[in-house]
């Protein structure tokens, strides 16, 4: 079951990755149902960012969290970190991590799930480039930053729409070198 937390975004570290200064994160510190603003439910709330996705798309968008939790090193830490995102993640979709481990092996690969969320709406995958910026941040990797750039190109999004992504969550402005 997953848990009804919202996580806070993570510590952040600048580095530079080709001709733009990223974030990197460290331990985020989460929040409790006692000091949340957000309640109860995420899948029943009708304005809920996730509401109009298929089925299909949610394990392709769940399963895509997976791929990149693949690019941490798998210490106690940082499963727990990525596991707590996913929660929350699956939570506002109203999905449990046995629905997401079942579809698994429904995607062909990284391509496939790619192709799977490309109908959703941009207020979605902007969001979900928050989920999976965390998680890619866990790591601190940055080939796994420019492998998530390469996916949110193919969506549609150029680099300067995922650093305004990452600029809005954070209240942190990044400069292009």
Request: aromatic share 8%.
């Amino acid at each position: 079951m997953f848990m009804k937390r919202e996580y806070f975004s993570p510590l952040f570290s600048m580095v530079e990755i080709e001709n733009t200064t990223m974030l990197c994160s460290s331990s985020p510190i989460r929040k409790t149902s006692a000091n949340s603003t957000q309640s109860a439910n995420f899948s029943s709330n009708p304005s809920n960012v996730y509401s109009s996705l298929t089925q299909r798309q949610k394990m392709a968008a769940m399963n895509l969290m997976i791929v990149f939790g693949g690019s941490c090193p798998g210490t106690p830490q940082n499963i727990e970190k990525i596991n707590h995102i996913m929660t929350v993640e699956g939570g506002k979709m109203g999905v449990s991590g046995e629905q997401v481990h079942a579809a698994h092996d429904t995607f062909s690969g990284m391509p496939d799930m790619v192709n799977a969320i490309k109908g959703m709406s941009r207020n979605a995958l902007e969001s979900l480039f928050w989920a999976y910026y965390c998680i890619v941040a866990v790591g601190k990797s940055a080939q796994a930053v420019q492998v998530l750039l390469g996916v949110y190109r193919e969506l549609g999004f150029s680099e300067q729409d995922c650093i305004s992504i990452l600029e809005n969550r954070t209240g942190k402005k990044l400069e292009n070198l």
